[in-house]
Nanobody, 117 residues
């Protein structure tokens, strides 16, 4: 089992910045993908950004150029630096961990990000 604990959400004005962090514990494998997804009220959960252990990243078009995902394989942590935040970025952000071998998929409980206009 793997446990994911997110931190760093909160209220910020449009144009501001926030950094989300997620720590994984338990049976964590380095060959894995870690990432962030978000779910706004009334909408489906969507990908924000992912990073593979080797450093390859993938971003949603809506956040490219504004958000940066990073990972520390020695500490099993993943972070999301969010700049130039917009009200439409308001959502619950979920940390995700997925080993690249097998079909396991783990989620954190989520952290709320609210961007005021």
């Amino acid at each position: 089992q793997v446990q994911l604990v997110e931190s760093g959400g909160g209220l910020v004005q449009a144009g501001g910045s926030l950094t989300l962090s997620c720590a994984a514990s338990g049976r964590v494998f380095s060959i894995s993908a870690m990432g962030w997804y978000r779910q706004a009220p009334g909408k489906q959960r969507e990908l924000v950004a992912t990073i593979i252990n080797g450093g390859s990243t993938n971003y949603a078009d809506s956040v490219k150029g504004r958000f940066t995902i990073s990972r520390d394989n020695t500490k099993n942590t993943v972070a999301l630096q969010m700049n130039s935040l917009k009200p439409e970025d308001t959502a619950v952000y979920y940390c995700n961990y997925r080993p690249l071998v097998g079909d396991m998929n783990y989620w954190g409980k989520g952290t709320l990000v609210t961007v005021s206009s």
